[in-house]
């Protein structure tokens, strides 16, 4: 069984994100945090749903240590500074960047970051000796957090390395959801790009939990 770790999953989408992988039995999970007691009080509280002890709480460094797989789900502002504390831990695995460079107040017009995209600021960061790929930025965490509620919505995954993207395909199968092959790392901008379009058509529509869907797949 493989361990997967959440940094910054004490946020929005990262508990929604483990308790999903936690209750599919497939994965080890690990919420990782800045204060190791949030970690473990979130840990708590998502086992105490899931009624069993199937999540940890650890620092972000220890679970980026422990995991085969890690994936970031932190603010963009917070985004380079915690893949540098974190950095040595990654070295040869696979990170799934959740991160969507939002620009607040105005969250929901498109931002395109210095890098391209915050995927490719990520794997620029790293380095080769981290296979980056993007996923899961377009998942409402309303929808994630809701065990009864089925979420239909694909998950568009981008990266330059094909083993890396089937991980993250996998895992979003785990959640529940379809996984879908979306290209390279280059076209990452366009996925984090329409979290902010979802978040637009959220507000006006008065909706909470906007998804893609691909139609006219087998």
Known sequence: MKTVAIIGGTGHQ???LALRWAKSGRYRVIIGSREAA???AVAESLNAR???PLVEGMLNAEAAATADIVVLTVPYNAHSATLESIRTQLAGKVLVDVTVPLQPPKVSRVHIPPGGSATAEAQAL????VRVVCAF????ATHLSNLDDPVECDVLVCGDDKDAKAEAIALAEAAGMRGLDAGPLQNAVVVEGLTAILIGINKRYNADGAGIKVTGLP
């Open 14 to 16: 990262g508990p929604g």
């Open 126 to 129: 790293l380095g080769d000796a």
């Open 137 to 140: 930025q377009n998942v409402s």
């Open 38 to 40: 949030k970690a473990h």
């Open 50 to 52: 899931l009624g069993a």
